[in-house]
């Protein structure tokens, strides 16, 4: 039996963040994950492994259609799918590596089992050779994030239908892909697949792809990804299928009735959302109460219904993001430490690395009417960049968001290459409480892309240069 200050229910971007600051801080501190390489979903069959694809396929891509406009003959490329994956799979594997020296590096102890709250103070692990450890700790934080979401009728097996997990992992290019559900995941994978040769169709409930994101990046995305082979069916619902060993027939029925009709795949992706890993977790033994979806209420400190026990990440909603997780781990971490954790989250940014990327910050426009707000909005085309123009990458747009009397900046949608990287500026502002001037009156190195967000905060006040 061993006594922490705190152990971390989970070893994913929250979990294993929040240990590390923990130790920083002088807590004794230990981790407990199911898997043996920590990282959680995000860096094992996640966010890395998807991004390591999404940059291998791009590059087929440029190989295959993009690189006779650079006067770049290559011929036709080959796919060696083997060797993509092989490299995939060395990206987490040293990225899993890194995070075990951490842990040892900060005094994290790390075991590797499945954990039960027995209650507030006690944590019971189940080892894979049968045994059992007991931890006695002050505070327990619960940090198991989340888990695809299924679709009633639609079994997964992760052969012929695959949740995110499988479509990291297919053995061969599938004929027709479709995806069950146009957000980030969908898009992502059905982008990677598509470069590499499927026929990809993505089945979408909501009238437009993206529904959580901003109006305008929503159709773009929808018409640039078109452009790119994607095709789209939305406002569709999945009422049945039919699973052979040949393929999967998909029925279908619009959303606001009429006719409904049948999609023939070889594969099938279900990224409907997530939903959380509350699961076995004996949370009623610890006095930890969850909503109807599963979701751990918490306060603003991180703080469940029960004395000494926390939660971060996935399990208790929102934004459903690693950075987010891990903001919130390192807050937590503060708060066990006596310290002041805080975190904004309008200044939380959200990314889609399909190509171009799509990012996301605070309010969208479709926020600020519906508030009725008072608001100004700054636009500027990546056509009009010339760095843009230069690496032949023009689609896209930065928005700024400000508000008419104060200026202040209450949001950025990008669609550009590395939207991802631009909109870190704008949320560093936001964090500041930043005016578009403040941005205006940035000096940005010439020729970036990061001039196009400077130039739609002039636009916000009125007075783009370029455009």
Known sequence: MSAYDAVIIGGGPGGYVAAIRAAQLGLTVACVDKRPTLGGTCLNVGCIPSKALLQSSWLFDMAARQMGAHGIDVGTPGLDLGAMMQRKEKVVGDLTKGITQLFKKNGVTHVTGTATLKDANTVSVAKDDGSTEVLETRNVVLATGSESAHL?????????????????????????????????????????????????????????????????????????????????????????????????????????????????????????????????????????????????????????????????????????????????????????????????????????????????????????????????????????????????????FVKILAHAGTDEVLGCHIVAPEAGDLISEVVLGREFRAASEDIARTCHAHPQLGEAVKEAALDALGRAIHA
């Open 152 to 396: 009633p009728g639609l079994d997964v097996d992760e052969r012929r239908v695959v949740t995110s997990t499988g479509a990291l992992a297919l053995e061969r290019v599938p004929g027709h892909l479709v995806v069950v559900g146009a957000g980030v995941i969908g898009l992502e994978l059905g982008s990677v697949w598509r470069r590499l040769g499927a026929q990809v169709t993505v089945v979408e409930y909501l009238d437009r792809i993206l529904p959580t994101m901003d109006g305008e990046v929503s159709k773009t995305m929808q018409r640039t990804l078109k452009k790119q082979g994607l095709a789209f069916r939305t406002g569709q619902r999945v009422t049945g299928a039919e699973i052979g060993d040949d393929g999967v027939t998909l029925s279908l029925e619009p959303v606001k009735g009429g006719e409904g009709s049948t999609l023939e795949a070889d594969t099938v992706l279900v990224a409907v959302g997530r939903r959380p890993n509350t699961d076995g977790l004996g949370l009623d033994a610890a006095g930890v109460a969850t909503d109807e979806r599963g979701f751990i209420p918490v306060d603003d400190h991180f703080r469940t219904g029960a004395a000494g026990v926390y939660a971060i990440g996935d399990v208790v909603g929102g934004q459903m993001l690693a950075h987010k997780a891990e903001d919130e781990g390192v807050a937590v971490a503060e708060i066990l430490a006596g310290q002041h954790g805080h975190i904004d989250y309008d200044a939380i940014p959200s990314v889609v690395y399909t190509h171009p990327e799509a990012a996301g910050m605070g309010a969208t426009e479709e926020d600020l009417k519906e508030q009725g707000a008072d608001y100004v909005a700054g636009r500027f085309p990546m056509s009009a960049n010339s760095r843009a123009r230069a690496i032949g990458d023009t689609e896209g």
